[in-house]
Structures are given as structure tokens and as C-alpha cells.
């Protein structure tokens, strides 16, 4: 690897590791809101969101947001999901490319979950939202050298539980991509760098996340190309984690997606698929869990 390549990143890394190291080696707590761990859309979700490397739509904003660097125009993204007991999830992303000053991204992610009764002291029984759930991300991104790119994103949350307890925080993600070459990324992405979540007295720490990962481009002549993906994770609260995930297309129109996720007890294998056409793409993940509901995501993508 040249020298040109090599300090920057190491310098970058470095501080990323200074920055975040105390939080993710030590789980003395467990995190809230976790909203800001569900999977944004159904192409990631499927290849096991070993996604740190890919980023290459809108998602990215979520992913790794130092892929706002990157030339990809301008791309909308939405997502819908429904959840167990009757939650529901959905997420909207745009990304827009500002030429040589970079690129920008904003994003809003909504979580209901399902209905609840409560027993009211008159006897009778009243049906309440157990939770809803709103983070709403703006980020940056820049080029330092033509193959590396490093972005700064903030969200608000705002959560609310049994509609009368509410709590505010503010945290931020840092993200690094580096283009090897034409066909090797690496990733690195910091995310939910905040301040607690606290409905009452009592706060609960952000899930400070870190993801290390490579992905590489496959191309066998014009109709077949795929891109296999690894991700390393560390959240606050739990063990490292391995994700993995690989995605072929056919002639750029028709996608298969499978992905599995290492170090979890419920959800392990993920696949999916997807269908282009001109600048729409609709995208569709299916996750096993394990003596549960399994899970359902479709995306809507568009590059314009």
C-alpha cells in the first residue's frame, strides 16, 4: 500500500480508537434506545448489514456516513417494516452530491410499537401506544484524497413511552471509507457518540457502536457482478460480532442476497432480493429469528 494511502488512514483510525475505546470495551450497562440499532434498509438488512464498506446509496447515511464523500448524485431511500407484536418501522434517507465540496445527507427514522391495555384505578382498562420512537439525522461528508472520504452526521431522538414518559437525546456519527482500489473498500464507523436517555432520573447510555469492514466487487463480463461483504462490530453492551454478506446482480436488473450474522442468540441468517429498474429499485429482506415471528422489510430506492 503507497504512503499516500497509508497515513491518512492510520492517523484517521487512530483517533477514531482514542475517541471511542473507553465506551466499547466496557458493557457496564445496557444501552437505550434502541431504535438507533434497527437495520436501515432491506439491501443491507439482507446481506447481513455487513454494509460498512458497501454504502453506496442512500443508507450510507446510517452505514458509514463518510460515504457522502462519494460522487452518487442525488438518491432517496424508504423503507417499511413490520415488526413483532405489532410494531412497525420506517425509514426515510436522502443523499445529494455537492460536487468537490462533498455531500450532504439528512435522514428520519419512525418506531411504533404495538399496543398495550392498562388497568386505570376506576376499574376499567385503557389501550396505549407502549412506544414511539423518532430520530431525525443530518450529515456531511468530504473527500480528503480522491480515494478516502470522512463524514460527521447528528441526530435528535426522541422517544416516548406508554404516551407519557419522554426523553430527548443527541448523538453523533463518525465515518471513514477508503477506496483501495476499483474493487477492495474499507469501512469504519462510530456510531451514536452521546448523551444518555434519561426518562426519569435515571439514564441509559447510547448504543456506542463501532464497525470495521472490507467488502469486494465481483464482475464476470457484462451480466453478472456481485460484492461480498465482512463487518467486525463492537456495541457498548454486547460481544464483538461478525456480519457477513454477499449480493449478486444479473445484468444490473435482477439481485440475490444472503447474509449471516455471528455472535447473536435470535437472528442469524438473513437473505433477499431486488429489482432494478432504470433509476427505481425496490429491494426485500427476510430475517430467521429464532422461536419467533420472522421479519419483513421492503425498500424503495431511487437514484436520480
Same mark, same amino acid.
Given at each position: 500500500m503507497s504512503t499516500k494511502i497509508f497515513k491518512p488512514s492510520v492517523l484517521l483510525l487512530a %483517533? %477514531?480508537?482514542l475517541v471511542s475505546g473507553?465506551? #466499547?470495551t466496557e458493557a457496564s450497562s445496557t444501552s437505550g434506545g434502541l431504535i438507533l440499532k434497527q437495520a436501515v434498509g432491506a439491501r443491507a438488512q439482507s446481506m447481513g448489514e455487513a454494509f460498512t464498506a458497501v454504502a453506496d446509496d442512500a443508507t450510507g447515511l446510517y452505514w458509514n456516513v463518510g460515504s457522502l464523500s462519494r460522487n452518487m448524485g442525488t438518491q432517496l431511500s424508504v423503507s417499511f417494516q413490520q415488526g413483532l407484536a405489532g410494531s412497525t418501522y420506517g425509514q426515510f434517507m436522502a443523499t445529494h452530491q455537492l460536487g468537490r465540496a462533498g455531500g450532504i445527507g439528512v435522514g428520519v427514522v419512525l418506531f411504533q410499537g404495538g399496543e398495550m391495555i392498562l388497568d386505570e384505578p376506576d376499574g376499567s382498562e385503557r389501550s396505549v401506544q407502549s412506544q414511539m420512537d423518532l430520530v431525525a439525522q443530518v450529515g456531511y461528508g468530504i473527500n480528503l484524497m480522491d480515494n478516502l472520504g470522512v463524514g460527521l452526521s447528528v441526530k435528535l431522538l426522541d422517544s416516548t413511552l406508554i404516551e407519557e414518559a419522554n426523553a430527548t437525546a443527541v448523538a453523533a456519527d463518525l465515518g471513514v471509507l477508503l477506496a483501495v482500489d476499483e474493487q477492495v473498500s474499507l469501512g469504519i464507523s462510530i456510531q451514536n457518540i452521546g448523551t444518555d436517555i434519561t426518562y426519569a432520573e435515571t439514564g441509559d447510555p447510547m448504543p456506542l457502536t463501532a464497525r470495521i469492514g472490507g467488502s469486494y466487487k465481483l464482475s464476470i463480463g457484462q451480466a453478472h457482478a456481485g460484492i461480498l461483504a465482512v463487518d467486525l462490530v463492537k456495541e457498548n453492551d454486547q460481544d464483538f460480532a461478525v456480519h457477513a454478506g454477499m449480493e449478486y446482480w444479473y445484468a444490473q436488473t435482477l439481485a440475490l442476497r444472503l447474509g449471516y450474522k455471528g455472535g447473536y442468540e435470535l437472528?442469524? #441468517?438473513?437473505?433477499?432480493?431486488?429489482a432494478r429498474w432504470q433509476m427505481v429499485q425496490v429491494d426485500y429482506a427476510f430475517s430467521l429469528i429464532k422461536d419467533m415471528d420472522h421479519t419483513h422489510k421492503v425498500s424503495l430506492s431511487l437514484r436520480l
Open positions: %483517533i %477514531i480508537v473507553p465506551g #466499547l437472528e442469524n #441468517l438473513t437473505v433477499g432480493m431486488g
